[in-house]
């Protein structure tokens, strides 16, 4: 033993736990105190027509290295959660694309698409419960359907829980129509869904009416 004996081993392992919480503390704590009204708005969130104190996170594809933080979000979100298992197959299934919204190092929220020709099925979508009504699941949708608009994509698709009156409200919001229902899809409680659809060139014309109102 050297000089400082065991206290060097403990003294290094402490300052190691603060390396890792540290960065992801202060994230959260300037997030979760900033209350919606505050400061911060920017041109971009003034188009995507956002309350002041909404989050604006930084929308991007995610890649497997995300694995870990999808499973959190996911195992708080949904009553029959998505393994990490199932999210490792969604990176190396073709027509699976995986986006997530970050703050700072942060991932915040998330959404699986699958694309099939000019067609986007919606087939998973959550954010961090701590950051929830703030904006986040309806800039990281809009970023992505805009991208995919210009890639080709026409029409979206999702099923959601006839239950799930939160994002059945997000996608109302969003000019998403319901076109139907699916009798007990959900095979861990028999619920039904709804289908819900949005053509992309009309939400597109929307919001650029929005924009130059
Ligand atoms: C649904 C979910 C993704 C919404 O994420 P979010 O970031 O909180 O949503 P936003 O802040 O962007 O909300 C946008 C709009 O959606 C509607 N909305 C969102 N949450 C709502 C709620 N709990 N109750 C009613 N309306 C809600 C509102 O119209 C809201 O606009 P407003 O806050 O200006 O009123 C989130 O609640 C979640 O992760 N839920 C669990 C997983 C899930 O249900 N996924 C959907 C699978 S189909």
Not at 96 to 107: C, E, F, H, N
Not at 192 to 200: E, P
């Amino acid at each position: 033993m050297g000089r400082f004996g065991w206290k060097r081993p403990v003294g290094l392992f402490l300052l190691g736990i603060y390396g890792v919480i540290q960065p992801y503390w202060l994230v959260m704590t300037a997030v979760l105190e900033s209350p919606r009204g505050g400061e911060g708005m920017n041109d971009k969130s003034q188009q995507l027509g956002l309350f002041e104190g909404d989050i604006v996170p930084v929308v991007c594809r995610l890649s497997p290295a995300s694995l870990d933080d999808l499973s959190r979000i996911e195992s708080e979100s949904s009553q029959a959660p998505w393994s990490r298992k199932f999210f490792a197959y969604e990176f190396e299934n073709t027509f699976s694309r995986t986006y997530g919204a970050r703050v700072g190092a942060q991932l915040v929220g998330f959404v699986v698409i699958h694309v099939v020709a000019d067609e986007v099925h919606i087939v998973n979508l959550a954010v961090d419960q701590r950051l929830r009504r703030r904006g986040v699941a309806r800039q990281l949708v809009l970023e992505v359907l805009d991208d995919l608009h210009c890639q080709g994509a026409e029409w979206v698709y999702l099923e959601v829980r006839v239950g799930n009156q939160a994002a059945i409200s997000l996608y109302e919001k969003l000019g998403f129509y319901r076109a139907g229902l699916r009798r007990k899809y959900y095979s861990d409680n028999g619920e039904d869904a709804v289908l819900m659809t949005l053509k992309l060139g009309e939400l597109m014309a929307r919001r650029s009416g929005e924009v130059a109102a």
